[in-house]
DNA sequence: CGCCTAATTGTAAACGTTTACTCTGCAGGC
DNA sequence: GCCTGCAGAGTAAACGTTTACAATTAGGCG
């Protein structure tokens, strides 16, 4: 009785499964009568096997809807066709557009992506480590610089070696032996600043990101080596984190419009952040770019819509990542440590649009 | 003389490695005295081993560097602790809080995450079903609901059984069976329209999607269902494509304030198109929302920080993620067919902002 | 007709785990 | 002192591929 229950409890589990069944290579060898390295040739490598014996597996194949079990593929061939994008936040419009070229890329060599925030997580150059050792993903882009990295479990000279390939930004000295795409974020954000003391600004204030991340810091400096050259004074308080968002940006943006002197314009270090001003600047009942100009950096798809529509840094995002893609595809395939470790630059271009004026003080 | 020169190439290939090493659990054994059994017990059954052998494994894995082999793991126990989510484009920021909820669930279940996106792809539900035929992933989350997968590999039985959810779009008939997070778009569309209606408007038009995608399907027969409740006419041509980007609903907006009969608000079936269209109407010289009023959907973290801010539907977003994903770690733990398929409704909420008033004329 | 070569297919090992099963000792009860 | 039971550790099989190598076949040529 308990054997019978057992029957058909099995067969209704088979039931279950008919539309997902558990074919394996050995069966479809037996139905086409071959052997399995066979049919494992007809799938891999068509051409070493005869015409005829090809379409008998590939009938065979049809016949039971085989698919080959991609897990144990990428144990054989220990590659997984994976590879992993480290970034602050897929929430970020300039990020996305990177992704679209990183896919695009992608999708030409038959790599499927896994995405990681930082932001928000405890994520730490030992994790990436562990990702890499463990070798779930073939390679890894990082579009977040990831500050502890020389402190790390890889040594400087194993790094060279590692697939992988920094985006976005200049490479701290932590990463300077990676290869790298990206634009000059230095120069970038100095002619950004020049851009609004040639429009007759004195009293410019920057929002930055925050400060452990890397992303920002070289537009950070541009600002200042631009102020300096032009020898005018950052005040105390004109430098402020608004934490790359919209609500930290509005809340800096508060900061600087309350401050005793009163900067004639922001420059922000990322769209997402210029939106934020923009609107708190409009809140506070001032106009811009009357009252306030603003400046962004990134060209985000938002910032032509804007009201006014944002004057700021255009970066070509799909390029560079299409770029960092096609390089890490490089490292990949060609084993690790081609020589090919230098930084790329891009060029980014100045957008003028509406958000920047002359002062009107 | 040639054996030399190999061992010297071997040497410096290990050299090279050193800081990514090769070992397995074998070397791990044979360092610590033990079977390789033992050192996997250690791992993941540490309760079954002495606390001594456990000691002296745990040494060697720290000695040698030792990191479990990801694809073996994958391999042998048939799970890959990745799940995918396919959505129709990431850049879409009310995908990305989605995304936020889902990755924040998924990560206190272990897992992480494929994007897939089905824009500018020819992914077809066939493409899926391979997917997950070929055990790349454990789980698969549906953001874009996919018309023919009815006619597919999967029968509608087997379809019940799938480690499967759906979220954010109320499904279509082809996948009622399977479990499903969404708001009720039909009457959330109705509650916008209504609104716009309530306002005083008679003239609504509306821009949707676009014809493929079931995405705005609902959020239309909500919008109609409406109009035709109030009893007022939908004119030829009020109702319009926008392809769910600024530039197509800039488009689509144009063609509306062309029209002979120029409606007096605009429905947008979501935020992204509606920013596009508020700024469209602006570009012609019209006022929002004095001679034209807009109306969203999705409430991205944009819309408050329109000028003029957006009156546009709610969308628990970061909940759907998470609902989401819990539900499909429920049922890929469970085995599948849990009797779980029914579809939860979470609440939506209309958003008044300033984007609406009443018509001028 | 037999031998050599090339083309095709088969055989079996290997990848690194996990785990069912077996074996070894040791403690405790009789 | 012997048997039982059990905990801890080992042995080996299995997962589904790929691929080096061996075996077979066929065909061409002397």
């Known amino acids: 009785m308990t054997g019978r229950l057992n029957d058909t409890d099995r067969q209704e589990e088979e039931a279950e499964a008919e539309d997902i069944p558990d074919v394996s290579i050995t069966v479809v060898a037996k139905i086409a009568g071959v052997s399995i390295a066979t049919v494992s040739r007809c799938i891999n490598n068509p051409e070493k096997v005869t015409e005829r014996t090809r379409l008998k597996v590939q009938k065979a194949i049809v016949e039971t809807g085989y698919s080959p079990n991609t897990l144990a593929q990428s144990f054989r061939r220990g590659r997984t066709n994976l590879i992993m994008v480290v970034l602050p936040s897929i929430g970020d419009p300039f990020f996305t557009a990177v992704m679209h070229g990183i896919r695009t890329a992608a999708r030409e060599k038959g790599y499927s992506i896994l ?209 960092v893609m096609h390089r890490l595809c490089k490292r990949i395939e060609e084993g690790r440590g081609n020589g090919d470790n230098q930084a790329q630059i891009v060029p980014h271009k100045l957008v003028i649009r509406q958000s920047v004026a002359k002062p009107s003080s």
């Not at 480590?129 to 502890?148: E, H, N």
């Not at 600004?201 to 400060?211: L, N, V, W």
């Not at 950052?234 to 009163?262: F, K, N, Y």
């Open 115 to 323: 995405i990681e925030e930082t932001q928000h997580t405890t994520m730490t150059a030992d994790d990436i480590g562990a990702l890499l050792v463990s070798r779930q993903t073939d390679g890894i882009i990082l579009l977040a610089s990831m500050s502890p990295f020389g402190t790390d479990i890889l040594s400087a000279k194993s790094r060279r070696r590692l697939p992988i390939v920094v985006g976005c930004e200049k490479v701290s000295s932590d990463l300077a032996d990676l290869p790298s795409v990206c634009i000059d974020s230095v120069d970038a954000a100095k002619e950004a600043t020049n851009y609004l003391i040639a429009q007759g600004h004195e009293r410019i204030a920057m929002i930055y990101g925050q400060e452990s991340s890397l992303l920002t810091k070289d537009r950070e400096l541009g600002y200042r080596a631009a102020m300096k050259t032009a020898e005018l004074k950052i005040r105390d308080g004109w430098l402020v984190a608004g934490q790359l968002s919209i609500s930290g940006a509005r809340q800096a943006t508060r900061e600087l419009l309350d401050h005793t002197e009163r900067p004639t314009a922001i420059f922000c270090a990322n769209d997402e952040m210029a939106i934020g001003c923009l609107h708190e600047i409009k809140v506070a009942g001032l106009t811009v770019p009357g009252d306030v100009s603003v400046m962004g950096f990134d060209d985000i798809r938002y910032a032509e819509v804007m009201d006014p529509p944002l004057t700021t840094i255009g970066q070509p995002a799909d390029e560079i990542g299409e770029r």
